[in-house]
């Protein structure tokens, strides 16, 4: 006698709910945000022509996003059934087609805006647990005899084994994210005393459409850390050791440093490893507590010249102590843009340093600070062969005219952004086609631990053409044409694009 299409069924819907459910698992325990289900739903808003859309929310109203979600649930389940049935004929094809799922998955998570990597993790280990489940399952609904013997029983044990452990994985999942859940929900509750909104200085634009915006939003904030998952931290939990060479360490609490001033700037952040021209810079708005002050409090020794930062992942960076007393707003951060620190940018408190690459200073979901020298330690990123200091180099970008832009000859407008922090920016000048230098004209609001935005009306006759761009330091320092890869302390030389006209 034939198993029955319902048992064939049934094993393709056990297969692809355990494969789901350690998916589920494997996301709440890496602290990713969302889970299988919920990122192909959005992939499937993302795929929506916007005039479904609009008539699809018009007709369910603000629930459109749970029944989405519960139409995608729905739409697998019926797929896991159909597997089931495909299994019958081949288990080879039904195992393919839980791979076509697995990339569907892959797709859905990887097309997110600034996807973590890690999100791989959790697709594969579901596509893996779909292969093995729905393989024994398989072999065991098609041992013969089957009805009424040893073998029907066996399979009705496993599979009641694997519903029962997809369940137990699903819960564990649900708990283990309720730790994300949990501090998320912290970080809403929060109201910052102190903390204002961010409104971009009058003259800080020069209006030129396509150059960055002067305030980077923290969703499109580049990121930059080496752990799998941001570590969740609610501020109850979170303190800050301060101790070394000092005569009165202090551990301080989230609530201690909501009780001390606030201070609050625009600094710009950028990453040694960003390239000439490169993305890996951003500014917001930050608001937190001098570091100068907290310093002072502690009473550091003589013979001090370094503060050895660690974060709670384990990540540690060597800051100069000279640049967190030397006057400029170095601060722990609390907020980025008016908001509590989003989760990925160092909830709950994060080290912000005017003038210094992020490898060696501004220290996400930062935890200890110890006082010291440099010949005493090796931080992170200095043990993997890059400098134990790190000072942001003169720089400047051409946002606009873009690289391989094809343009009207005539006058054109060309812009973008010049930065050295805690230094800034006394002048830009653009080169068009390598024949003299021409001056740029500078935002109005020129803070010099911001990028400042620049634009030049250039006079482009047809043809092809090289556009270049160098900025002098309020030092006097002429930016260098030497050109240098990131490694070991920055990348230098000039941005240039090159367009034609016609
Ligand atoms: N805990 C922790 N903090 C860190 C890092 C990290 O890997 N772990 N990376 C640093 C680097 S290299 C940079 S450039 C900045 C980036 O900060 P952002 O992700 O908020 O832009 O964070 C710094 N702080
Ligand atoms: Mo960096």
Redesign the pocket.
């Known amino acids: 006698m034939r198993t029955s299409r319902w048992a064939w069924a049934l094993t393709g819907l056990l297969a692809g709910l355990s494969g789901l459910a350690t998916s589920y698992l494997a996301s709440t325990w890496l602290n990713l945000r969302g889970n299988p289900v919920t990122q192909v739903a959005e992939l499937v808003i993302r795929l929506t022509p916007g005039k479904v859309a609009e008539s699809a929310i018009q007709a369910v109203g603000h629930k459109d996003k749970p029944l989405l979600v519960t139409g995608v649930l729905v739409a697998l389940l019926l797929i896991f059934a159909g597997i089931g049935q495909v299994t019958r004929r081949s288990t080879d094809r039904g195992v393919g087609l839980f791979i076509v799922l697995g990339v569907v998955g892959l797709i859905a998570q990887q097309s997110q805006y600034e996807a973590p990597v890690a999100g791989i993790l959790p697709v594969v280990a579901g596509v893996v647990v779909w292969a093995l489940v729905l393989s024994l399952l398989a072999g065991q609904l098609r041992v013969r005899p089957f009805v009424e013997s040893d073998n029907g029983r066996r399979y009705v044990l496993s599979a009641g084994a694997v519903g029962v452990g997809s369940l137990v994985l699903g819960l564990l999942g649900w708990k283990v994210g309720g730790r994300l859940r949990a501090v998320d929900q912290a970080r809403s509750a929060l109201k910052l005393t102190g903390v204002t909104s961010p409104t971009a200085p009058a003259g800080s634009s020069v209006g030129l459409a396509g150059i960055a915006p002067w305030q980077t939003s923290s969703r499109h904030f580049y990121r ?1 850390d080496t752990t799998l998952s941001p570590p969740a931290i609610a501020p109850k939990d979170w303190s800050l050791r301060i101790h070394g060479m000092v005569d009165h360490p202090v551990t301080l609490t989230y609530d201690d440093l909501l009780a001390r001033e606030r201070t609050e700037a625009w600094v710009t952040l950028n ?3 960003n390239t000439v021209g490169g993305p ?1 810079i951003s500014n917001a708005w930050w608001s937190g507590v001098r570091l100068d002050d907290l310093l002072k409090e502690v009473g550091v020794h003589a013979g001090a010249d370094a503060v050895k930062q660690t974060s709670d992942d384990g990540w540690t960076c060597g800051t100069p102590l000279s640049a967190l007393t030397d006057g400029r707003d170095a601060m722990l951060a609390l907020a980025m843009n008016g908001e509590p620190l989003p989760i990925e940018h160092g909830f709950p408190v994060r080290t912000v340093v005017p003038g210094l ?3 060696v200073s501004a220290c996400k979901w930062v935890r200890d600070i110890e006082v010291t020298t440099f010949d005493s330690f090796t931080a992170y990123w200095t043990s993997r062969g890059w400098s134990e200091k790190g000072p942001v180099k003169l720089a400047s970008r051409i946002d606009v005219v873009g690289d391989g832009g094809d343009i009207k000859a005539g006058s054109v407008k060309a812009g973008g952004l010049a930065w050295q922090q805690d230094v800034g920016i006394s002048a830009v000048q653009v080169q068009l086609d390598g024949t003299g230098w021409q001056p740029a004209t500078l935002a109005k609001k020129n803070l010099k631990d911001a990028w400042l935005q620049w634009e030049a009306t250039l006079d482009v006759s047809p043809g092809h053409h090289l556009l270049r761009v160098r900025a002098v330091s309020d030092d006097g320092e002429v930016q260098t044409s030497v050109q240098a890869a990131p490694a070991p302390n920055g990348a230098s030389g000039w941005h240039t694009v090159s367009f034609s006209a016609s």
Request: net charge neutral; hydrophobic share 40%; aromatic share 24%.
């Open positions: 930059i990453c040694v490893s890996l690459y992020g490898y």
